[in-house]
């Protein structure tokens, strides 16, 4: 009788979350409301001057507010994105390689070298 196989759901949930910050990395600068550099020092609303911050979901242009200086903080979190993940992709890459390195020189060394590793490994 065939076993009912299941989505692991934290599994299925990191992939999800993973698919959409992927999207998001490479669409996402196109849909920025913003230039990420472009500083508003004041702004005027119902005739009366602001100044920055704006606090975030106070400003429809403004979704997640402005920082100190003005940059409207959606449009920045958008173009990081991207750098933020190809710059991840390398560590784990780096990371892949120096414990697959450290892995190896530990079990085909049988001397005290290798059985430092394994000690270290498995501390």
Known sequence: MPSK????FPLGLGLLIVAFSLVLAFAG??????????????????GKWISAPFPPFTYPEYPLGTD?????VLSQVLWA?????ILTGYVALLRLFIGTVIGLLAGWNKNWFGDLLNNLISA
């Open 5 to 8: 196989t299941r989505l692991n």
């Open 29 to 46: 600068p196109s849909y920025a409301p913003h230039n990420p550099l472009e500083e508003i020092h004041v702004m005027e609303v119902d």
């Open 68 to 72: 100190g200086v003005g940059r409207d």
């Open 81 to 85: 994105l991207r750098p933020t993940l």
